[in-house]
């Protein structure tokens, strides 16, 4: 089994929605994150919690929220979905700030 | 400010060696990640320099200059299944913000027979 899965894979929605994307981790991670992946734009960093208490925001988070439930779990809000956030999304964790980041099999999103 | 630049596609023939240069312009410097990214999968860590100096592991090699602010990863007996990005990440300084990976915006190589 995958040691860090998000659901869903794919998902099309329109202008205005609000759309959820979560992340679950076996790996016993403190560190999980949220990255945005667009053509010719590489990896940015959306937030970032260090555990359940800590969230941090990253480089580009206008128009995004989350929440994590527990250590395993990190979920990603668009509260109102539009069409810029159309782009590949992975969740990823690591064990400490300096240990290397695995990531999951990454949510296709596009607004319409 | 972050800016990693690396070239954005390259073209080796299997069995060569290939170089993937990545330099790097950062507010302070704490290590330097490469990562495999297949086509629509998710990226898988490589190496991690934190050092001056060449890091081994197989068929793979990472390279650091901090004082050049320079990184390469050479991929020697090129197989088919190498064709993918190679993405380049600076750690920043240690403190507040060190959690902040800056990625580059990858190099496609394709391996042609």
């Known amino acids: 089994d995958a040691d860090v899965t998000q659901t869903p894979r794919n998902r099309i929605t329109k202008t205005g929605k609000r759309i959820m994307l979560e992340c679950s981790q076996t790996?016993?991670?403190?560190?999980m994150y949220w990255y945005r992946q667009d053509p010719g734009l590489g990896l940015r960093l959306i937030y970032y919690?260090?555990?359940?208490?800590?969230?941090n925001k990253g480089e580009i988070s206008d128009g995004y929220s989350v929440s994590r439930q527990a250590q395993a779990k990190f979920s990603l809000s668009l509260e109102s979905a539009i069409p810029n956030q159309t782009a590949l999304y992975f969740c990823?964790?690591?064990?400490?700030?300096?240990?290397?980041?695995?990531f999951g099999p990454g949510t296709r999103l596009t607004v319409l | 400010g972050q800016n990693i630049d690396q070239p954005t596609e390259m073209t080796a023939t299997e069995g060569a060696i290939v170089q993937i240069n990545c330099t790097y312009q950062t507010s302070g410097f704490n290590g330097l990640f490469w990562y495999q990214q297949h086509a629509g999968e998710a990226p898988t860590f490589l190496s991690y320099n934190v050092l001056d100096g060449l890091e081994e592991k197989g068929r793979f090699s990472s390279f650091l200059s901090r004082s050049k602010g320079y990184s390469y990863l050479l991929l020697k007996e090129l197989q088919m299944k190498d064709s993918a990005s190679y993405l380049c990440a600076v750690r920043p300084a240690s403190g507040a913000g060190s959690y902040q990976l800056t990625f580059g915006k990858g190099t496609k190589l394709s391996v042609i027979p």
């Open positions: 790996k016993g991670h403190d560190r």
């Open positions: 990823a964790t690591s064990l400490t700030d300096y240990n290397e980041q695995f």
């Open positions: 919690s260090f555990d359940v208490k800590d969230i």
